[in-house]
């Protein structure tokens, strides 16, 4: 009866122990931009987010969470288009570069949710959650965004953040957070790709992984159809087993339009709503995220927050919910 006592005490204090390392100090911090969309309505992506509850459901799953609030951005009617760069340049590096010295100035053991706010916002949210360390990216989006200015079809700055982070294109956008690139090509994995731009696209296979070379390990739609999501993870994780840490840039896009329809740029047939959830439980398995972002949420298109309130369980799934 001893020993039996002695095993499940054992057995509790193991269960408490583990629960007690699941606890995050989880920080949150706003980036209302949406200068770099093609789009208006993604500026408001962080306080739906906020309104969906965020903070409140990583509570619940035991994290210690704190809102930082939100980096400063200029909004559109306030800018003096005769003298600013074309397509908001300098005031999305502004914001950027404030992000990754707010995220960069976090102690060691704190993982940063950063919120937004268009995808041009994560050459600042990885630059400063990497903190000049080698980490893995995983680009979970429809799109690569790996457009540089000078073959951009529509010049957004929210379809170039991967090209910056690997050190293509503009000097004033690679340099944000530091000079020079952020992140090995080899380091990145992208999931849910489904709309490349030509130019864009005879640019990224420069740069992927082949039998020939180490690169950015893609995942389209096809892939995801073929393979299945676990197999997608299981890749995923063999491609970036190299590295401690990962940073995770879920783009609301990657969602089929049917359960995010609140996003500026809605590719049909993308991934469900229970393919995401595995995804973000098999990288949760992985205990090796240590960051990550929410970006494109957009209300102005959104039904009812439905968008915002999918994000948030993504976020809860990475984080440590469970089913049972």
């Known amino acids: 009866m001893g020993s039996l006592t002695f095993c499940l005490s054992a057995v509790l204090s193991s269960m408490i122990l583990c629960g007690m390392q699941k606890q995050k100090k989880i920080r949150i911090l706003g980036i209302p931009m949406d200068l770099g969309a093609g789009r208006r309505g993604v500026d408001m992506g962080p306080s739906a987010l906020r309104y969906a509850q965020l903070s409140e459901t990583l509570r619940d799953l035991g994290h210690d969470v704190v809102d ?3 980096v400063a951005v200029k909004i559109v009617e306030t ?12 005031e999305i590096r502004a914001a950027c570069e404030n992000a990754a010295q707010i995220l960069a100035a976090l102690e060691s053991d704190v993982f ?13 949210t990885v630059a400063g959650a990497f903190r000049g360390q080698r980490r ?11 457009n540089v200015p000078e073959i951009s079809p529509s010049g957004n700055i929210h379809g170039m953040p991967v090209a910056s982070l690997i050190g293509l294109g503009d000097a004033r956008l690679v340099g944000i957070g530091g000079i020079g690139a952020k992140v090995r090509p080899e380091d990145i994995v992208m999931i849910g790709i489904r709309s490349v731009d030509s130019k864009e696209g005879e640019l990224l296979r420069q740069y992927m992984q082949t039998e020939q070379q180490k690169g950015i390990k893609v995942f389209t739609m096809k892939d995801i159809d073929r393979l299945g999501m676990a197999t997608i993870v299981e890749q995923t994780r063999a491609h970036l ?33 229970r393919e995401a959830h595995l995804l973000m439980e098999l990288l949760a398995d992985t205990q090796k995220v240590s960051s990550l972002d929410l970006v494109e949420v957009n209300p102005v298109l959104d039904r009812e927050n439905m968008t915002a309130a999918v994000m948030v369980k993504m ?10």
């Open 68 to 70: 930082l609030g939100n």
């Open 79 to 90: 800018i003096d288009r005769s003298s600013t760069d074309p397509h908001y340049l300098e």
């Open 112 to 124: 940063p949710i950063a919120i937004g706010g268009d995808h041009s916002m994560s050459m600042g």
């Open 136 to 146: 893995g990216l995983i680009w979970v989006d429809a799109h690569t965004d790996f």
């Open 241 to 273: 087993a190299h590295l401690e840490q990962w940073h995770v840039s879920f783009d609301a896009d990657s969602l089929d339009p049917s359960i995010a329809p609140g996003v500026g740029t809605p590719v049909p047939g993308g991934i469900s709503y």
């Open 315 to 324: 976020a809860a799934s990475l984080l440590g919910k469970h089913i049972l």
